[in-house]
């Protein structure tokens, strides 16, 4: 098997001096411990999330400003092309001439039409055509769609999303679904309180709660000897002084949400501690550090499923789906050339609607088989 090569991080505060990544390293002669290669192997994984996380913010970004300058006007020249197409179709099938086939071409084309503009939002004038030629009313069809949606929701993540949720929201219903896991894990949480605990129960609270004091602990050691390191007050160089000031409130943010990892990483780059520093760590302090760095692998997981999940949300991509911060510009180029296509069959569909020897021929082929596909759903 290949030696892993030594990982290199560069710390954001410290451009001119990139550090060792943090690990434990082998002493001469001597293996690591099954302990001491579960925390290497969980720094490794931390590190590969938060490098996840963060070309998630740097992509989505990026996505953001491209979507704005590029797909949108794209989907607005589209929406009012729909628009325009359908109200000509209507036009079409009221005027002369048209068989009753043809009418019923006629009427399928603009309840597709309608639907695609409704699908993303109200339009007094879609849903009118809408009705007419679907002869449905699409409100009542809209509020039984939501109502399946919400059953199977409910059904599969055992919830109550009540009344007052916006089942055309998916970032409504992703924020209400989290709301409502959380409030059941503390009433379950109460009701366990709330009983008479047997003596296995008592124990393993104890358990539990000497285990959270000592990890409190273990990160606030870590937390003590930086802040004694950076404590601002006691440097007289104002320059050096504003860059311990940065470093302190870096080490604040890490100690409020525990992230052991941060705070170590100060201390390697501030010189506190090295390789062999943490190679004779005593197993007991490891074994705590450890538990850390599980939990707040675990948090990262959360952190990186809810982006994803909430970036698909916004953007009307199936969820749960397999999708990552490289994808994001493809997956844009291919819905901008999706949509010039739309926007170019739209402009010939309604240049041979202006002319009625072409629109029966249109109508004729349309007759013959389903509509095109450019006319459906696109990822965006």
């Known amino acids: 098997m290949k030696k892993r090569p030594q990982e290199s991080l560069t710390l954001p505060l410290f451009p001119e001096a990139p550090v060792t990544s943090l690990c434990v390293v082998p002493m001469a002669q001597t293996p690591l411990r099954e302990d001491q290669k579960t925390f290497n192997a969980l720094i490794r994984k931390i590190t590969s999330k938060r490098q996840r996380l963060s070309a998630w913010d740097a992509a989505q970004s990026r996505f953001r400003r491209e979507f704005a300058t590029t797909l949108l006007p794209l989907q607005q020249q589209e929406a009012e092309l729909r628009i325009r197409l359908a109200e000509t179709l209507d036009a079409c099938w009221a005027g002369k001439g048209m068989t009753q086939r043809e009418r019923r071409t006629l009427s399928a084309l603009i309840v597709d039409l309608a639907q695609e503009i409704l699908e993303h939002g109200e339009h007094a004038g879609m849903k009118v055509l809408y009705n007419r030629h679907s002869q449905s009313d699409f409100d009542a069809e809209e509020a039984a769609r939501q109502d399946g949606m919400k059953a199977v929701l409910e059904e599969m ?158 953007f009307g991509l199936p969820p749960f789906g397999r999708i990552g911060p490289k994808d994001l510009t493809p997956l844009l180029a291919t819905s901008v050339t999706a949509c010039g296509v739309s926007i170019r069959e739209l402009e010939g569909h309604l240049a041979a609607a202006s002319d009625p020897a072409r629109l029966k021929a249109w109508l004729k082929t349309l007759s013959r088989r389903p509509p095109p596909p450019a006319m459906g759903d696109f990822p965006f």
């Open 157 to 314: 993540f055992g919830v109550e999303l009540g009344g007052d949720v916006d089942m055309g929201s998916p970032e409504d219903i992703l924020a209400h679904l989290e709301s409502q896991r959380r409030a059941h894990k503390e009433q379950a949480r109460a009701r366990k309180g709330g009983r008479r605990k047997s003596a296995k129960e008592q124990a393993g609270a104890q358990r539990r709660e000497a285990e959270e004091k000592r990890l409190g602990q273990s990160i606030r050691a870590v937390y003590r000897k930086l802040a004694s390191a950076l404590h601002p007050d006691r440097e007289l160089d104002p320059g050096e002084r504003g860059r311990k000031t940065a470093l302190m409130q870096r080490a604040n943010e890490a100690y409020a949400k525990d992230d052991l990892l941060e705070l170590l990483e100060l201390q390697l780059a501030l010189e506190q501690i090295d390789g062999s520093h943490l190679t004779a760590i005593e197993p007991q302090l490891l074994t705590s550090y450890i538990t850390i760095l599980k939990n707040q692998l675990s948090e990262l997981d959360r952190a990186l499923s809810r982006t994803q999940n909430e970036f698909a949300a916004q």
